[in-house]
């Protein structure tokens, strides 16, 4: 019985090991040549020594060789032997070759399954990918992330700096930083990292006198930022920890405060109590008006293939980014695809009764450029229980009305990117099918 096991196993390694041996001659990995460069060195290596001990060892070697070969041909025709000995070597060479790599791999990747030719191929691929950048804030960007850095590793994304709620806005009031929360949700996203360190950084303490509903990523940037001196040095060297997929670039490294003018008259003041105020929002600014940009958010604008706009709140994560004018600018100077992704549902506070035309016009309004071609709309209509749960908190779905998105000059882009929680009933886009949807219209678009 362990006999048959052990045979049964081994017939089905050996085809899987042959693969992964033939893996390594894959187009990208520059692994050819190198094997071509080492044969030409034992080649040179052996003339050289011919040379030096005047041919009399290599003769003999020849001789043996000959003598050898010739028996061979005698009891195997060449049109066989040769074939054979041919495949022979290559599959030496190949063996070889994967066994030193993985003996030096296994040091790097001691309880990994995955194979070092299966990480070169992918890393390959990736940074093959489409230069992409995302835009947004909020648990949108998040989740947008998450699907695009399988297909790509030239992603960037330009986080809002408006945040004054939460772990975030207590470290904004108390430290004098920026807010980190939203940049650590990308930067988690992003990760390339064990699950473990990922899960590090999104902790979030339930107790402790001053740490509780702090999250240890907010903490570390934080911390970050006063050793490095600014935002943007400690986002570096907390992406180097998680070694992610692409970069993570706040849009200004201003204190920026969002203001709201409401349709009954109030001025709001602070992104959070924006929400909180309920009313409808007529005009969205931030102070200090025009603040900088950021110069390595504007140049990745500058050099994308690709730009989304959202998902996330209209006004409170996606708007604050284009309220930088030196962004705007870039976005709407770019003739590359360019779309926005709706969301799926209506935001008490924010874009009660909006449409997705509403919502095309909001962005249009408060930065004074067309900065997106297409629109991505949610395809299908949320099952009765998500209705149902959303509409016990005045939350419902954005109708797509088509004639006037047409209108506005966009293109509709729709599709069932929804992902619904069976057990709260939560609806959020799902980030896997967003990000093949978003790649498949770039390849139908991109000039």
């Known amino acids: 019985m362990k006999l048959r096991l052990h045979l049964g196993l081994s017939n089905y390694r050996s085809p899987r090991m042959i693969n992964q041996w033939f893996k390594w001659l894959s187009p990208g990995l520059f692994i050819k040549r190198w094997m071509a460069v080492s044969a030409t060195g034992v080649l040179v290596a052996s003339l050289g020594l011919a040379i030096s001990t005047g041919m009399t060892p290599i003769y003999y070697i020849l001789q043996l060789l000959k003598n050898l070969l010739g028996w061979i041909t005698t009891v195997v025709p060449n049109y066989i032997s040769g074939p054979l000995m041919i495949a022979l070597g290559v599959v030496l060479v190949l063996w070889s070759q994967t066994r030193s790599l993985n003996s030096i791999s296994e040091a790097f990747y001691p309880a990994g399954d995955e194979q070092l030719v299966d990480r070169l191929l992918s890393h390959r691929r990736l940074l093959r990918g489409p230069k992409i950048v995302g835009l947004g804030g909020g648990t949108g960007l998040s989740t947008l992330l998450r699907g695009l850095k399988e297909y790509s590793a030239n992603i960037t994304a330009i986080v809002t700096v408006a945040d004054d709620g939460g772990s975030s806005g207590r470290l904004r009031r108390e430290m004098g930083v920026l807010p980190p929360g939203d940049i650590r949700n990308c930067i988690a996203a992003l990760a390339d990292e064990e699950r473990l360190l990922t899960e590090l950084f999104q902790y979030r303490f339930t107790a402790g006198d001053g740490l509780t509903g702090h999250s240890f990523g907010n903490l570390f940037l934080t911390a970050m930022s006063e050793i490095e001196g600014d935002l943007e040095q400690a986002i570096a060297a907390s992406s180097k920890v998680l070694a992610i997929r692409g970069q993570v670039l706040p849009a200004t490294?201003?204190?920026?405060?969002?203001?709201?003018?409401?349709?009954?008259?109030?001025?709001?003041?602070?992104?959070?109590?924006?929400?909180?105020?309920?009313?409808?929002?007529?005009t969205i600014g931030c102070i200090p008006p025009n603040p900088p940009a950021l110069p390595k958010a504007v140049q990745a604008i500058l050099e994308a293939d690709l730009i989304i706009i959202g998902p996330g709140s209209l006004y409170t994560s996606v708007i604050p980014n284009l309220l930088v004018p030196e962004i705007a600018a870039a976005i709407a100077s770019r003739n590359v695809p360019r779309i926005y992704i709706?969301?799926?549902?209506?935001?008490?506070?924010?874009?009660?009764?909006?449409?997705?035309?509403?919502?095309?016009?909001?962005?249009?309004?408060?930065?004074?450029?067309?900065?997106?071609?297409?629109?991505?709309?949610?395809?299908?209509?949320?099952?009765?229980?998500?209705?149902?749960?959303?509409?016990?908190?005045?939350?419902?779905?954005?109708?797509?009305?088509?004639?006037?998105?047409?209108?506005?000059?966009?293109?509709?882009?729709?599709?069932?990117?929804?992902?619904?929680?069976?057990?709260?009933?939560?609806?959020?886009?799902?980030?896997?099918?967003?990000?093949?949807?978003?790649?498949?219209?770039?390849?139908?678009?991109?000039?």
């Open 253 to 282: 490294l201003t204190d920026v405060n969002l203001w709201a003018k409401l349709a009954d008259g109030r001025r709001i003041h602070g992104e959070s109590s924006i929400t909180e105020a309920k009313g409808k929002i007529l």
């Open 342 to 447: 709706c969301n799926i549902m209506t935001q008490p506070g924010e874009t009660d009764d909006y449409t997705v035309s509403d919502h095309i016009k909001a962005i249009d309004k408060a930065c004074g450029y067309q900065l997106f071609d297409a629109v991505l709309t949610q395809g299908t209509v949320p099952p009765a229980n998500a209705l149902i749960r959303y509409a016990q908190e005045d939350s419902h779905p954005v109708i797509l009305d088509r004639d006037l998105v047409k209108q506005l000059g966009r293109r509709i882009v729709m599709s069932n990117v929804m992902d619904v929680d069976p057990d709260t009933g939560y609806l959020r886009h799902d980030p896997y099918r967003l990000a093949q949807v978003l790649l498949r219209w770039f390849g139908k678009n991109n000039p």
